[in-house]
T-cell receptor, first 114, second 115 residues
Framework: AQSVTQPDIHITVSEGASLELRCNYS??????LFWYVQSPGQGLQLLLKYFSGDTLVQGIKGFEAEFKRSQSSFNLRKPSVHWSDAAEYFCAVGGGDSSYKLIFGSGTRLLVRP | DAGVIQSPRHEVTEMGQEVTLRCKPI?????LFWYRQTMMRGLELLIYFNNNVPIDDSGMPEDRFSAKMPNASFSTLKIQPSEPRDSAVYFC?????????????FGPGTRLTVL
């Protein structure tokens, strides 16, 4: 069965520091992978997605993620965090027969220290 | 461009009342999804429509929940009768059908509180 694990419930970083949010997935074939961000009281906004090709994917707001098949991971990174990046981040996996179905991780809440 | 539009943004009702949530997908999108988000269960897919037809309603919790999509620009999710455990944020999302799992664009959500 497909599943997504985000092992960190909360992460706190200082403004200007680098960030890495972890995501591990379980999937039988090549997955479609997504990162979404949810600001308080808002809907989910797509940061980036991986379908195929280059395993390093660039997204909006300076985020990037790297697909590592050998580690079943799709970690999200940003070199320098801004206070406005404080939000909840969701990793999701899709694809396969029920290719419309996205399985979401439980989310990682990012706090940014001034 | 207008994104996915949901109404109302907030709904407070009493147990036993009927609740109707509304969604307008992005123009030209032919896939529509209803999700529920709770602290305990995270984001769950309730139902998926493609070309206005319900394809997968396996996530609908029980018969109290129903969803319709009478045309390409409108969908409703109805709960009758509502219960306190239905309190959650309900999201609508839409996508294009060129590739099944394409980017899903989410609306701002409806925060439902059932007293």
């Amino acid at each position: 069965a497909q599943s997504v694990t985000q092992p960190d419930i909360h992460i706190t970083v200082s403004e200007g520091a680098s960030l890495e949010l972890r995501c591990n997935y379980s999937y039988g074939a090549t997955p479609y992978l997504f990162w979404y961000v949810q600001s308080p009281g808002q809907g989910l906004q797509l940061l980036l997605k991986y379908f195929s090709g280059d395993t390093l994917v660039q997204g909006i707001k300076g985020f990037e993620a790297e697909f590592k098949r050998s580690q079943s991971s799709f970690n999200l990174r940003k070199p320098s965090v801004h206070w406005s990046d404080a939000a909840e981040y969701f990793c999701a996996v899709g694809g396969g027969d029920s290719s419309y179905k996205l399985i979401f991780g439980s989310g990682t809440r990012l706090l940014v220290r001034p | 461009d207008a994104g996915v539009i949901q109404s109302p943004r907030h709904e407070v009702t009493e147990m036993g009342q009927e609740v109707t949530l509304r969604c307008k997908p992005i123009s030209g999108h032919n896939s529509l999804f209803w999700y529920r988000q709770t602290m305990m269960r995270g984001l769950e897919l309730l139902i998926y429509f493609n070309n206005n037809v319900p394809i997968d309603d396996s996530g609908m919790p029980e018969d109290r929940f129903s969803a319709k999509m009478p045309n390409a620009s409108f969908s409703t999710l109805k709960i009758q009768p509502s219960e306190p455990r239905d309190s959650a944020v309900y999201f609508c999302a839409s996508s294009s059908d060129r590739v099944h799992t394409d980017t899903q664009y989410f609306g701002p959500g409806t925060r439902l509180t059932v007293l």
